[in-house]
């Protein structure tokens, strides 16, 4: 027995829950991303923290070396205040990343999900919730897990997006702090 139901343009069919299955294998699969998200993230902040926890503890250290090559004192100063910049804007990109999205369409309007607990959480209690559930056919159902599949979508692909940034402004700042280590360098041979 399948139900259908017309959505816009697209007609739904529910059979023998392969959809409706389908589509929790989908959001299951995100929940993943975002999870994996996350950690990243904290990874990335614990290093960004790190460097920069270095930068200011330790300023007086790094340019020490530099003090009888004048012009070196500069390019490697430019180099650290670099990578601490980047340091500073990859973090505010991860803290974006992080940020819960919590927009789900239904917010304004008469549609409530039965599986985004911003929208679970509207109801009076529990009983509330299951008669709004029970209300629900298999059709109905399936359109809700098909917007909240997409509405993950589109939150996930914002924090990778913010994910991706925060990568590379990381690589710059490695590339500065590389290029301070060989000023270092520089400064011992010369």
């Known amino acids: 027995m399948s139900e259908s139901i017309a959505s816009g343009e697209v007609t739904v069919t529910a059979a ?19 999870t994996n998200t996350v950690a990243k993230a904290a990874l990335l902040g614990t290093f960004d923290i790190f460097v ?64 985004f607990f911003m929208h679970v959480s509207m109801h009076k209690d529990g009983e509330a919730y299951l008669a709004h559930l029970l209300k629900s056919d298999a059709a109905g159902r399936v359109t809700d897990l098909t917007r909240q599949a997409h509405a993950l979508a589109v939150g996930l692909a914002g924090k990778q997006r913010k994910m991706q940034a925060a990568v590379g402004v990381t690589i710059v700042g490695l590339a500065a702090i590389s290029l301070f280590l060989v000023c270092l360098l520089l400064s011992a041979i010369f």
Do not use: M
């Open 16 to 34: 023998d829950g392969q959809t409706a299955d389908f589509l929790w294998k989908v959001i299951a699969r995100y929940d993943v991303y975002l």
């Open 52 to 115: 920069l926890g270095a930068v200011v503890l330790r300023w007086k250290e790094i340019v020490t070396p530099f003090q009888s090559h004048p012009h070196l004192v500069i390019w490697a100063a430019s180099f650290v205040i670099t990578a601490a910049i980047c340091t500073l804007l990859s973090f505010l990109w991860l803290l974006l990343a992080v940020f819960p999205f919590l927009r789900s369409e239904g917010v304004r309007s008469l549609y409530h999900s039965n599986v």
